[in-house]
C-alpha cells in the first residue's frame, strides 16, 4: 500500500466527545445524589415517629416513603409514617393499625397514610385494591377517614366497612355503624347495612349486587375440634327481586376451576362445614359473580397438658413445693392462658397466668386437690374462640412421718398408695422424661401460599426448622389433604439435620399439604429412646391447572 493507515487510536479528540464524556459523568453523579438523599430520608424516618404498625401475614407487602424513589420491602411486623405508600403483592395480604383503627389490606392494594385536614386524625388514601376497615369503639380514637378516588368517607367509631377502588368504580358496604360520604360539597349518609357503588364518573350503578356481611374478606378462622368447622354466610341484596336467587361457589383454587361445594337456590344466607385450608368463594347471580372472597381455616387443638401429670402427689415436710407446668406447642399461638383451680368446674381459679412459653413454675398452691388446664390465644385477626384442654388433677400432701425426713421434699409419683406398701427409697424412681417439645421456627408457615411463579423459580420446596435441644435426629412426613382426609405421601426416616428441600415437584399437585417433623433422641442402635411433640403445619400450593400435573402419581406410604 503506498499510504500510512491512520489507527482509530490515532483520531483527533474532539469536543463532542468531550460534551459526551461530562453528560454521563453528570448523570452518574445525579443518580448517585438522588440515592444519597433517598437512603438519608430512609434513615430520616427511622426518627421521627410513627403512627401505627403494619402485620403481614402473607407473602410481600412493600413500602415507599414520600419522594423517595425506593420500595421497602417489609417484616411480618413494621411500623409506619406519615407519608407512607403501602402496597399489597398478589395472593398478600396485611393488617395495619393506626390510633386504635384496624385495616385488613387484600391483594393488589395500594393505599397511601396521609393526615386529615384537621391536623388530629388520619387519612388512609386508597387508590387500588380492597380494603376493610374497623374503627375504634372510642370516640376520641376511632374517627377515619378514607379517601377513594377522591371522594371522602368518614367512618364514625365503632364502624365496620370494605371499600374498593378501580378502573371501574368505586364500592363501599357497611356492615355496622355509619360513615358520611362527602364529594364535591354534597354529603350522603351510608348506614348500616348498605353498599354503595359508583362508576368511575361517580354514577350510581343500580345493576343486581350483593353486600356480604359475613365471613369478613380475608378472614382466618380456628378450628378446634377433628370435625369440619361450620362457616356461616349471610349477605344484604340489592336490585333483586324476591324470587331471584343465589349461587355460592366454594373451591380450593382462585380461579374455580374445580369446585369443592356448590350451593343453589339461595336468598341471603348458607351454611357449610370445611376443614383446614385455605378457601375461595363467590356468590353467582345468573352466571354473574356479584361478590367474591377467601378466608383460611386453621386448626386450633388444645395443647396437652405435660407436667404435672394426672394423678401426681407432691409431698413437702417445710417448704411448698415448686412445680413446674408444662404443655405441648400449638402452632400459631401467641401466648397461652393457664387456669388453675380446687374445681374440676374452675368456678373461681385460685389463679390465670398469660405466658408466650410453654411453660412456668409455681410455688404458690398449699395442700389439696388441684386442677389445672391450659388454652391457646391466637392473635386479634383469629376468629373463634380457642379451646382448653383438658383437666388435670394432683395432690399436694403435707408430710411429717419419720421416715420421710432425711428424702426430698417433693415427690411425684401416679399412685399414692406406693408408700404404703413398699419401702421408700425403692419407690422412688425416676419420672419418665416428657416428650421433646415440637420443633420452633417451622417453614413454611400455617397457612402459607406457595404460588406457580414462586414454584417455578425455586424449582423445589424448602422445609425447615429450628433444632431442638436434646435432639439428636428428625422425622419429616408430608400428608396432603384430600376430600376424604389426609394421604400420605412421603417421609423420611430419622436423620440429623433440621431442614428438606423436595425438588421432585411431580409428588405435589395444587392443594393443601400438611407436613410434621419429629425430634426425637435415638441411640447408637437406631433405637428410639425419647420421642417429641408433632405439630400440623398447613401449606397451600395455589397452582391453576394442568400446571404441575404428573403422568404418575407419587409413591404412597401408609393410607
Not at 378514607?146 to 367512618?155: D, F, S, V
Not at 428428625?474 to 433440621?498: D, H, K, M, S, V
Request: aromatic share 8%.
Amino acid at each position: 500500500m503506498s499510504g500510512i493507515t491512520r489507527r482509530a487510536s490515532d483520531k483527533p479528540f474532539r469536543f463532542r466527545d468531550f460534551f459526551v464524556i461530562v453528560l454521563c459523568l453528570s448523570v452518574a453523579a445525579a443518580g448517585i445524589n438522588l440515592f444519597r438523599l433517598d437512603l438519608f430520608q430512609t434513615l430520616d424516618s427511622q426518627n421521627e415517629e410513627p403512627i401505627g404498625t403494619i402485620t403481614i401475614k402473607h407473602n410481600t407487602v412493600q413500602r415507599r416513603i414520600a419522594n423517595r424513589v425506593l420500595w421497602d420491602r417489609l417484616s411480618k411486623e413494621s411500623p409506619v409514617y406519615i407519608g407512607d405508600i403501602i402496597r399489597v403483592a398478589d395472593l398478600s395480604d396485611a393488617t395495619l393499625y393506626i390510633d386504635g383503627n384496624s385495616i385488613e389490606l387484600g391483594e393488589n392494594t395500594l393505599i397511601r397514610i396521609l393526615r386529615s385536614a384537621d391536623g388530629e386524625s388520619f387519612q388512609v388514601e386508597l387508590s387500588a385494591g380492597n380494603l376493610g376497615l374497623t374503627t375504634s369503639g372510642d370516640g376520641a380514637a376511632g374517627n377515619m377517614t378514607l379517601n377513594i378516588m377522591g371522594r371522602e368517607l368518614q367512618a364514625a367509631p365503632g364502624t365496620k366497612l370494605n371499600a374498593a377502588a378501580g378502573q371501574d368504580g368505586m364500592k363501599v358496604e357497611l356492615s355496622e355503624g355509619s360513615a358520611l360520604l362527602i364529594e364535591e360539597g354534597s354529603v350522603r349518609d351510608v348506614s348500616s347495612g348498605t353498599m354503595l357503588a359508583l362508576d368511575a364518573g361517580g354514577i350510581e350503578k343500580l345493576e343486581p349486587s350483593v353486600m356480604v356481611t359475613q365471613p369478613r374478606q380475608n378472614a382466618k378462622f380456628l378450628k378446634n375440634s377433628k370435625d369440619p368447622l361450620n362457616i356461616g354466610f349471610a349477605w344484604n341484596r340489592q336490585h333483586l327481586e324476591p324470587e331471584e336467587t343465589l349461587c355460592l361457589e366454594i373451591s380450593r383454587n382462585r380461579n374455580f376451576t374445580q369446585i369443592f361445594q356448590l350451593m343453589e337456590n339461595l336468598n341471603n344466607e348458607a351454611l357449610t362445614a370445611l376443614d383446614v385450608g385455605l378457601w375461595y368463594w363467590r356468590l353467582v347471580y345468573e352466571n354473574t359473580p356479584l361478590s367474591a372472597g377467601s378466608f383460611t381455616v386453621t386448626a386450633a387443638a388444645a395443647p396437652e397438658p405435660l407436667s404435672p401429670v394426672p394423678g401426681s402427689v407432691y409431698r413437702y415436710r417445710d417448704e411448698l413445693p415448686k412445680l413446674q407446668f408444662q404443655w405441648s406447642e400449638t402452632e400459631e399461638a401467641q401466648s397461652y392462658l393457664v387456669e388453675v383451680s380446687q374445681t374440676p368446674q374452675f368456678e373461681n381459679p385460685q389463679f390465670s397466668r398469660q405466658t408466650a412459653a410453654v411453660f412456668f413454675t409455681d410455688s404458690s398452691l398449699g395442700q389439696g386437690t388441684w386442677y389445672w388446664r391450659v388454652k391457646p390465644v391466637f392473635p386479634s385477626v383469629y376468629e373463634a374462640a380457642s379451646a382448653y384442654s383438658s383437666a388435670v388433677s394432683f395432690r399436694i400432701e403435707h408430710h411429717i412421718a419419720e421416715e420421710l425426713a432425711h428424702n426430698a421434699l417433693v415427690l411425684e409419683l401416679p399412685e399414692p398408695s406406693v408408700l404404703q406398701s413398699v419401702d421408700l427409697q425403692s419407690a422412688i424412681e425416676p419420672e419418665p422424661l416428657p416428650p421433646l417439645p415440637a420443633p420452633g421456627n417451622r417453614r413454611p408457615t400455617g397457612g402459607y401460599v406457595i404460588t406457580l411463579e414462586e414454584l417455578m423459580s425455586s424449582q423445589s420446596v424448602v422445609f425447615s426448622w429450628q433444632a431442638v435441644p436434646g435432639a439428636n435426629a428428625y422425622i419429616f412426613t408430608l400428608y396432603q389433604q384430600t376430600a376424604n382426609g389426609r394421604r400420605q405421601i412421603l417421609r423420611r426416616a430419622p436423620e440429623n439435620r433440621t431442614g428438606l428441600t423436595i425438588t421432585n415437584l411431580s409428588l405435589l399437585d395444587r392443594g393443601s399439604f400438611i407436613w410434621q417433623v419429629e425430634a426425637i433422641s435415638q441411640a447408637r442402635d437406631g433405637t428410639i429412646e425419647r420421642q417429641g411433640r408433632v405439630v400440623d403445619n398447613l401449606f397451600v400450593l395455589d397452582i391453576p391447572a394442568p400446571s404441575l400435573q404428573a403422568d404418575e402419581p407419587g409413591i404412597l406410604y401408609g393410607n
